[in-house]
Nanobody
Framework: QVQLVESGGGLVQAGGSLRLSCVAS????????MAWFRQAPGQERELVAR????????FYPNSVKGRFTISRDIGKNALYLRMNTLKPEDTAVYYC????????????????WGQGTQVTVSS
């Protein structure tokens, strides 16, 4: 079974940057995809970035487009999310997700999840 472990969250001032990491093990991603979701209290889990393991199929919603960049390192079996120009509304728990087929913006289309890492952006 695929295991995902996130790291890199923390407290940052508005306008600052963070780089989240997700290390995957226990599965194959030859035909799969990975993604980053976030969830703020009282809100649904929201897709913020996705990528096919091949490197194609990237997607960003308008709320983060131009500020966030998703990437992967095949050799390290790792996924990254570079977050620039952070805003207070980016505050949430950020989750790494994976699927051997590839999901969409709905959280229930992704089979594997990490435990999450807290990102807090102060104003």
């Amino acid at each position: 079974q695929v295991q995902l472990v996130e790291s890199g969250g923390g407290l940052v001032q508005a306008g600052g940057s963070l780089r989240l990491s997700c290390v995957a093990s226990g599965g194959t991603f030859s035909s799969g995809a990975m993604a980053w979701f976030r969830q703020a209290p009282g809100q649904e889990r929201e897709l913020v970035a996705r990528i096919n393991w091949s490197g194609g199929g990237t997607f960003y919603p308008n709320s983060v487009k131009g500020r966030f960049t998703i990437s992967r390192d095949i050799g390290k079996n790792a996924l990254y999310l570079r977050m620039n120009t952070l805003k207070p509304e980016d505050t949430a728990v950020y989750y790494c997700a994976a699927d051997l087929v590839g999901g969409n913006s709905r959280a229930d289309t992704w089979n594997y999840w990490g435990q999450g890492t807290q990102v807090t952006v102060s104003s």
